[in-house]
RNA sequence: GCCCCCUUCGUCUAGCGGCCUAGGAUUCGUGAUUCUCAGUCAUGCGACAGGGGUUCAAAUCCCCUAGGGGGUACCA
């Protein structure tokens, strides 16, 4: 069929963000061109310019560089098949119009909106619920047209659709589908003012970018029918077409803004890590393989075929894209995970940053396990930065505890006279900040006391076993005194991290209050 | 109305006539780890839309029904 290096496009129209089905559509047209060697490239279909924006347009170049998907050819980086926006490509579309007419393949069409409403009204009433034009201007006389152009009418330029063809077709993702072109009318290529529209346009780019594969949403299936004829009359090989079915929402219903963000860049602004975005969008109706959901941009590009994508519509489920967030997360180095965060973390100083690197990939590394977003850090890491309220479950701890307050001023008076680390960052020098604090696995060798977390855990259970507590009934009440809440990091990586004063000062705090 | 497509655990899916007492992931339940939460590990619940065929054999092929989606523009 087509002997030619592939060549896929994606080509939204500017006339809004790029929301998941483009996103999807992009992404695999993306997939398929890099898995097949060829070329991939952007068409900017902006000829509904009472819609379309230059806001738009950077809006959705933005997000599917958020997702990695790249481009060879289109707006910001050329190409040889430009140009790539279509209002500047009208000499081409009248050039093609002009072959058409030619050949009969089109004719024009003096149709008012007016009267071709009421000719449906018309059709509407004898073949029962058929809406389309009533072709009323198809077999104009060269007398008929004249005195329409004496009026002053300008012509709407159609397509002259076959009759009743069968035509057979083969979909990549539909397989072989029959569709008689008596359902269809002839439909509108060019208008009076030389803008083209959709399926002329389309196809006439698409014979002059040299596209052979055209994936997209299913909407399109009967456009496809209409520009197979349209590549035939214009004399060009038609590409391969694959229909993919829509995106829902978790009931099965159109996805709309309440059920998902209709705009990538809200992903990225929300902390959604782009790779677990992009692997999930793909998982939306294709499978990676049997067992395993999880995979770069590379592993998807040598797994990826057209073929293998799925006839029946996928629900959009947030649920599962968090996991996979999280998922993401959890594989970073705790500087990465530092710098992918920073854009969420304002609360943080700058100083931190610079002077206390180390310090501040450990405190982020204690929630690594524990957030989805990178934007969820900012939020969990308050207590560290300045002595924090004590919310409800915190109090419920220290009350249910008749002991408390003698524990917490004990042990605080325990920790003053350790050989703790200074408290973060105000307390703390350039040379302790290059203390890495161990994982489980490779845990250093410690040089004093209370060098490491396992270290301050061995003197405070040495501590309650003194003072006949039990250790589970002490460490609540402490992790209230000292985060304000009841849950988060092991205790010890809260008292290293916290350092020395800032612990003493919220134990003798919160003791006060309690007694 | 008419035309096209779809239908496997709640969700994403594997399965393309025998490997299926239907596999994985997520969610949820339980247990383990333990100073909480999270994570991790283990384990459990959970599906072939319904009805007819074809066949020695059907989740897999055919037909009907139901449900869902799409289309039916001087939008894309």
Partial sequence: MIHQTPRLRFAPSPTGPLHLGGARTALYNWAAARALGGAFLLRIEDTDQARS????LQIILAGLRWLGIDWDEGPEKGGDYGPYFQMERLPLYRQAADRLLASGHAYPCYCTSEEIEAGRKELEIQKAG?????????NLSAKERAAFEQQGRKPNLRFRMPEARVMQVHDLVRGDVEVNTKELDDWVMLRPDGVPLYNFACVVDDIGMKITHVVRGEEHFLNGIKQRLLFEALGAPCPFFAHIPLILNKDGKKLSKRDADTNMLDYRDKGFPPEAVFNYIALLGWGFSA?????????????????GIGKSGSRFDEEKLRWMCGEYVRRWSKAECVQRAKPWLQVVPEVVFTQHAGWLQNAIACYQERVALMSEFAGKIGWLLADPAMDEAAKKNL??????????????????????????PQDRSEADAAVDLPSKKDAPQPRCRFDTPAQIEAACRAFTERIGVKFGNFVHPV?????????????????????????????????GSWS
Avoid: H
């Avoid at 924006?53 to 738009?56: E, G, K, L, Y």
């Avoid at 058929?130 to 198809?138: A, E, K, M, T, V």
């Avoid at 941009?297 to 073929?307: G, K, N, P, Q, Y």
């Fill in 291 to 307: 067992d395993r959901d999880l995979f770069t941009r590379e592993e998807m590009v040598s797994a990826f075929a057209i073929e």
């Fill in 399 to 424: 009350a249910k505890e008749p002991a408390a307050g003698q524990w917490l001023r004990d042990y605080a008076s325990v920790l003053e006279q350790a050989n703790l680390p200074p408290s973060y």
């Fill in 479 to 511: 992790r209230a005194a000292l985060t304000g809440t009841d849950k988060g990091p092991g205790l010890f990586d809260v008292v290293f991290l916290l350092g020395k004063q800032a612990c003493v000062r919220r134990l003798r705090a919160a003791a």
């Fill in 53 to 56: 924006s230059a806001a738009s």
């Fill in 130 to 138: 058929f809406i389309g034009y009533n072709g009323r201007c198809r």
